[in-house]
Structures are given as C-alpha cells and as structure tokens.
T-cell receptor, first 109, second 112 residues
Framework: GQQVQQSPASLVLQEGENAELQCNFS?????MQWFYQRPEGSLVSLFY???GTKQSGRLTSTTVIKERRSSLHISSSQITDSGTYLC???????????FGKGTHLHVLP | ETAVFQTPNYHVTQVGNEVSFNCKQT?????MYWYKQDSKKLLKIMFS???????VNETVPRRFSPQSSDKAHLNLRIKSVEPEDSAVYLC???????????FGPGTRLTVL
C-alpha cells in the first residue's frame, strides 16, 4: 500500500481561512520535506523538517516521528497559496524517497 | 534563484526515437536524482546517484539509463520511447542522501 498518505486530497478555502495539511507515513523515516508545486510544474521547497516544528512566515511545519505524521499549517490563506502541496519522506528501511499524492488547495477571494 | 538546471524544457517526439535530457546542479551537492511525474501527478523516483555511484535504481524499464560525467551532472537517456513515457521528468540534488532536496524546473516529454 501507499507508504505516504496525504490528506485531504483537495481543499477549498475562503481567503483568510487557515489550512491544515497532513502527511502520514507507515514506515520509519529519515527525512521529511514539504514542497509547493507551481501550476507550471516546478517544485519549491517549503520545509525540510525531519522532526520538530519549523515556521516561515504564515507557514508552520510539525513532524512527530513516533506518531508517524507531519503537518503543514497555512495561516490567513491567500489566493496565491493555491496550488499543490507535496510531502516527501526518506524511507530508512528501503533507502529511497517517497512522495505523497499531494493536497490540491484552492483559495477563493 | 535556480541552481538545478534542466534542458530541454519540452520535447515532443515519436515512438521509437531516442531522447536525452540533461541536468546540472551548481550547489556542490553529492547526490542527484531523477523523478518521473505522470499524468496523475504522482512523483516517483527513478534513479539516485551519490558522487557518481548509482544508489537506487527503481524498477524502471531498461530503455531508461542514467549517465553521469561528474557529481554535478546527471543526464537521462531513453533509448526507444513509448507512449507511456509521456510525463514530466524532474531532476533534483541534495548535499547527501536524505538531506534537503532542490529541484530543477522539469522536462515535459510528449510521445506521439
């Protein structure tokens, strides 16, 4: 089965609302990274966060290894936040990086 | 600021042709990767190179082969393309395996 599960698959918000994106993994990890994928396809690294909490502006990432989850919180969402958010984990056992299927965020004016 | 460069941006070709995609990173990283993103947008790793040594070779068809002249370059060759090879191919690099990855802009391949 899929080792990295992202939820929700899609999310529609009104501008100004907060968003909580989840990434759950079924195996032990060595790394965790969150990306934003632009509409044209390029990937922007948001956080490299294998454990703990990191914040950058309106974005906060929290990874709890023993609970096998990582989250991305977007506060006061803006229209320009619309796009696809991907998480990727490094699988300790298999020595490879696995991506989730993404959360498609749409922020309405 | 782009530090992982990919060429070409787009490529359209016919079934059976050979194609080659280039990737170069100027970050001084030891590890480089090739990913395939299909029409369903799922990213899957194809190859990883750590300082010119192949680390992971996922079960991709044999017509795909990575080529590396030094640790800053990792090219991808497809010997005889097939329709299912139509996808976006993304190159990435990181200081070491499991470290933070930085991606190039991708190469979109369309096989007619």
């Amino acid at each position: 089965g899929q080792q990295v599960q992202q939820s929700p698959a899609s999310l529609v918000l009104q501008e100004g609302e907060n968003a909580e994106l989840q990434c759950n993994f079924s195996t032990s990890l060595n790394s965790m990274q969150w990306f934003y994928q632009r509409p044209e396809g390029s990937l922007v690294s948001l956080f490299y966060n294998p454990s703990g909490t990191k914040q950058s502006g309106r974005l906060t990432s929290t990874t709890v290894i023993k609970e096998r989850r990582s989250s991305l919180h977007i506060s006061s969402s803006q229209i320009t936040d619309s796009g696809t958010y991907l998480c990727a984990m490094g699988d300790t056992n298999a020595y490879k990086v696995i991506f989730g299927k993404g959360t498609h965020l749409h922020v309405l004016p | 600021e782009t530090a992982v460069f990919q060429t070409p941006n787009y490529h359209v070709t016919q079934v059976g042709n050979e194609v080659s995609f280039n990737c170069k990173q100027t970050l001084g990283h030891d590890t480089m990767y090739w990913y395939k993103q299909d029409s369903k947008k799922l990213l899957k790793i194809m190859f990883s190179y750590n300082n010119k040594q192949l680390i992971v070779n996922e079960t991709v068809p044999r017509r795909f082969s990575p080529q590396s002249s030094d640790k800053a370059h990792l090219n991808l060759r497809i010997k005889s393309v097939e329709p299912e090879d139509s996808a976006v191919y993304l190159c990435a690099s990181s200081p070491d395996y499991y470290a933070e990855q930085f991606f190039g802009p991708g190469t979109r391949l369309t096989v007619l």
